[in-house]
C-alpha cells in the first residue's frame, strides 16, 4: 500500500509539473495569435470589398518574443530532472518486482549453479537413506 502512495505523489508532482510547463509556453502563444489579426481570413475579406475604408492608426508596443538563455537553460535543467525522476521511478520499481541478492549477483555462471544444486539433492538423497534404514 505504501509503494501505491509514493507511485500515487510521484505521478502528480509530474503532472503538476507537465501543466505549469504548458501553463507557462501558452499565454506567449495566445498573444501573438491576437496581435497577427486574423491571417488569410483577413486578406480574403479585404480583397471583396469595393471601397476602400479608412482606419484609424493605432500605435501598439509589441515585445518581440525572444527566448533568453536563462530560460531556456533553465527549461532543459527542468527537463532533465524529470527525464532523472522518471528513470529512478523505472529502476525503483524493477527492483522491487525482481529482487537479486548480492550472492547471485557475485556468482558466476549456471554450470556452478547446477553443480551446487546437484552436490546439495545428492546429500538430501543419501540423509533420507540413512533415514530410512534407521526406522526399519
Do not use: W, Y
Request: hydrophobic letters at 45%; aromatic letters at 2%.
Amino acid at each position: 500500500m505504501k509503494s501505491l502512495h509514493h507511485r500515487a505523489a510521484s505521478l502528480s508532482v509530474c503532472a503538476v509539473l507537465a501543466l505549469a510547463f504548458a501553463g507557462a509556453s501558452a499565454p506567449a502563444a495566445v498573444s501573438a495569435a491576437s496581435l497577427t489579426g486574423g491571417g488569410a481570413l483577413t486578406e480574403l475579406t479585404e480583397g471583396a470589398q469595393s471601397t476602400p475604408t479608412q482606419t484609424a492608426a493605432t500605435t501598439t508596443a509589441t515585445e518581440s518574443t525572444t527566448n533568453s538563455k536563462s530560460v531556456i537553460i533553465l527549461a532543459l535543467v527542468a527537463a532533465f530532472a524529470l527525464l532523472i525522476g522518471i528513470a529512478f521511478v523505472i529502476v525503483r520499481d524493477a527492483r522491487r518486482v525482481a529482487p537479486v541478492t548480492e550472492s547471485q549477483l557475485n556468482e558466476g555462471g549456471s554450470a556452478r549453479d547446477s553443480a551446487a544444486r546437484f552436490q546439495r539433492r545428492r546429500a538430501k538423497a543419501k540423509a533420507a537413506r540413512r533415514q530410512r534404514k534407521r526406522n526399519r
